[in-house]
C-alpha cells in the first residue's frame, strides 16, 4: 500500500506551518514543508546572482543545490543547503517575496515536483504548502485547506514580528500578504485553490489549540 501523506495547504500566515507541524509530531509522521524548497532556492539565487526571471537557469539551479533538511524531535528542521546552515536565513521577507515570483515558473516549479515527492517515507507523510493537494500528492489520504482573513493573518504576522523585535505598520503587512496571496491564486501553474476534494478550515478567530482539535478530529476520520 502506498505510503499516507495528509496535505495541508493555504495561503501565507494561516497557521499551517505550526498546525501542521504539531500534526506530523502528534501522529510521528516525516514533515515536508514545502515553501522551504521555494525559500532555499531564492536565498541560492540572489547570493549567486540568479536573476528571477531565469528560468532555465533557477531550474539547473534547483537540481544542482545539495539540500538536507535535519528532522528534530518536534518537527522543526535545520536545513543546510551544500553544508551551510540556513535555517533562519531562508525566513527573511525579501527571501519569500523573491520565492513567490520563482514559483510561478513551471521549469522551477517541475525542478522541484520529484524532490518533494521523496520526503513520502513510512510510516506517513504530513506535507504544508501551496499545491500539496492539487499537484504534488493528488492521492493524499486527506486534503486540508486552510483560511483565515487577510486581517487576521496580518494581526499574527505583526505580533510574530513584534516577538523578533521588528515593528511594523499593519496596513504595510497586510498589502504585502495581499501582494502575495494574489500572485499565488492567480499563476497559470498550480495556483493556490483548494482540491476538489479537500475539507476547507477557516481558523479565524481561533485560538491554536482550538483549530488543531478540529483538524484532529478530520485525521481520526481519515485514517
Ligand atoms: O509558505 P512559504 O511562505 O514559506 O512559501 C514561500 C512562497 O513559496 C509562497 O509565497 C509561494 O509563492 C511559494 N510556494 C509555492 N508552492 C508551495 C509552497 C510555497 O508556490 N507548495
Known amino acids: 500500500r502506498a505510503v499516507p501523506v495528509i496535505t ?41 546572482g540568479v536573476a528571477d526571471q531565469d528560468e532555465a537557469g533557477l ?3 534547483a537540481d ?11 518537527a522543526s528542521a ?35 515536483l520529484e524532490r518533494q515527492r521523496r520526503f513520502r517515507q513510512p ?3 504530513v506535507a504544508d504548502g501551496r499545491d500539496m493537494g492539487t499537484v504534488v500528492f493528488p492521492d493524499a489520504t486527506l486534503k486540508i485547506f486552510l483560511t483565515a482573513s487577510v486581517e487576521e493573518r ?26 502575495r496571496d494574489n500572485r499565488d491564486r492567480t499563476r497559470a501553474v498550480a495556483p493556490l485553490k483548494p482540491a476538489a476534494d479537500a475539507k476547507v478550515l477557516d481558523t479565524s478567530g481561533q485560538s491554536v489549540e482550538k483549530s488543531f482539535d478540529e483538524l484532529r478530529s478530520l485525521v481520526e476520520a481519515a485514517i
Open 154 to 179: 496580518a494581526r499574527r504576522r505583526q505580533k510574530q514580528l513584534r516577538e523578533h523585535g521588528v515593528s511594523v505598520n499593519l496596513h504595510e503587512i497586510s498589502r504585502d500578504i495581499e501582494a
Open 123 to 125: 510510516p506517513g507523510l
Open 59 to 61: 531550474a539547473r539551479l
Open 78 to 112: 535545520e536545513i543546510f543547503v551544500d553544508g551551510e546552515r540556513v535555517t533562519n536565513a531562508i525566513r527573511a521577507d525579501e527571501v519569500g517575496a523573491f520565492a513567490s515570483r520563482i514559483a510561478v515558473l513551471p521549469q522551477v516549479r517541475a525542478a522541484l
Open 8 to 48: 495541508i495547504d493555504g495561503p501565507s500566515g494561516v497557521g499551517k506551518g505550526t498546525l501542521s507541524r504539531k500534526l506530523a509530531q502528534h501522529l510521528g509522521w516525516h514533515f515536508l514543508d514545502s515553501g522551504a524548497l521555494y525559500r532555499i532556492l531564492a536565498l541560492a539565487a540572489q547570493r549567486r
Open 64 to 74: 544542482a543545490l545539495a539540500i538536507r533538511f535535519e528532522e528534530g524531535s518536534d
